[in-house]
């Protein structure tokens, strides 16, 4: 259209009609350059493209790491004895809550009593001068509690000093010399649990009274069934710290530095001061790990726990499947087959192949 032209239907037309002329020819000559102008080809990486049916697999360290209830057996615990008469004045004992070496947890006529662990009891008054297998033993302790650098065998200054020290700690202010056998009670290892507490404030005791009975020692731990049948993996190891006991054919652990170190754990002193009716949690796992092969849960198929089949070019294989987590299968090829590729629809590719697995 000419410019006169569209002047003139300015002029002619009135403004809101000259808008809607207007807006007629950009329309038009949008039309006619869409339709001029070519669009761009479709890119050949979309034209072309087409589903994927398989994947690579990678191979990973699996030790089957897993949270187990073990079931401790104790020995039967000693009971701690006192050996003074007196009014119970002050006592912290707790069934469950540890006694150490070194401590006290009952008062006497307002005097503390020592509790010591000592590899032969006390059978004597000790004072300085004084030779003798309960001095060493008596020593041995003390070095142990870091109040004592070397033991001589010979109760001497050093050993009076060091057992004025545990006196102090224990809230006796005038400490004695030398030490009275009854002013002790002797514990069978550095730590005790007691298992009932009888003795309450105000309770008048006399010299051989019970002051505790104790739990036992840990003899050795046991394992659910389920543990001990998965055994074709390899032997298990159950963990306290960086501590691990082999558990044996049997399901139990009866290694000395496990049960050790389980006996000087949080974990035991929890359990032991509860109703025992549960075990205590630890972590188990296989001694030696595996390698194992992680695959698409999809590409399982025929799954018979814990057995199943996938799909690998073509070729149906048996596994065993290990674990599964953050969807992924951690599965072990059974046959020996090498395994790089696996089809994400296992059970449409069985199907098609015709083939049998395993």
Request: aromatic share 4%.
């Amino acid at each position: 259209m000419k410019l006169w032209n569209v002047r003139w239907l300015r002029m002619r037309l009135p403004f809101g009609s000259a808008a809607v002329v207007l807006f007629a020819i950009v329309l038009v000559l949008g039309f006619a350059v869409g339709v001029l102008v070519p669009s761009p080809p479709e890119p050949a990486v979309l034209a072309s493209s087409s589903p994927v049916t398989a994947v690579p697999v990678a191979t990973q360290s699996f030790d089957d790491e897993r949270q187990v209830e073990l079931t401790p057996h104790l020995s039967p615990g000693p009971e701690l004895s006192l050996l003074r008469t007196g009014r119970v004045t002050s006592a912290t004992c707790q069934a469950g809550v540890p006694i150490a070496s070194g401590a006290s947890a009952l008062s006497l006529d307002n005097t503390p009593v020592l509790f010591l662990a000592t590899s032969l009891p006390l059978w004597r008054d000790l004072s300085v001068g004084m030779r003798g297998d309960d001095v060493t033993a008596l020593q041995a302790e003390l070095k142990r509690l870091g109040s004592l650098p070397e033991p001589t065998g010979r109760f001497d200054a050093a050993t009076d000093a060091a057992v004025a020290g545990l006196w102090t700690q224990a809230g006796r202010a005038d400490p004695p010399r030398g030490l009275a056998q009854a002013d002790v009670v002797w514990l069978p290892a550095e730590q005790a649990v007691p298992e009932s507490c009888p003795l309450r404030l105000g309770d008048i005791v006399a010299g051989g009274s019970g002051f505790a009975t104790t739990v036992g020692r840990i003899e050795r731990v046991t394992l659910p069934d389920t543990v001990s049948a998965s055994a074709d993996l390899g032997p298990r190891v159950a963990t306290i710290g960086d501590v691990a006991g082999v558990i044996d054919p049997t399901g139990s652990v009866a290694s000395p530095e496990f049960l050790s170190a389980l006996q000087a754990s949080p974990e035991y002193s929890a359990w032991a001061a509860s109703d025992r009716k549960a075990g205590v949690i630890l972590p188990v796992r296989l001694q030696d790990p595996i390698e194992a092969t992680v695959v698409p849960p999809s590409s399982l198929f025929a799954v018979r726990d814990p057995n199943a089949c996938l799909m690998s070019r073509g070729n149906p294989i048996p596994v065993r499947i290990l674990s599964s987590s953050l969807g992924k299968a951690y599965v072990r090829v059974t046959n020996g087959a090498s395994v790089s590729v696996v089809e994400l629809d296992g059970e449409s590719a069985h199907r098609s192949s015709g083939r049998q697995c395993g």
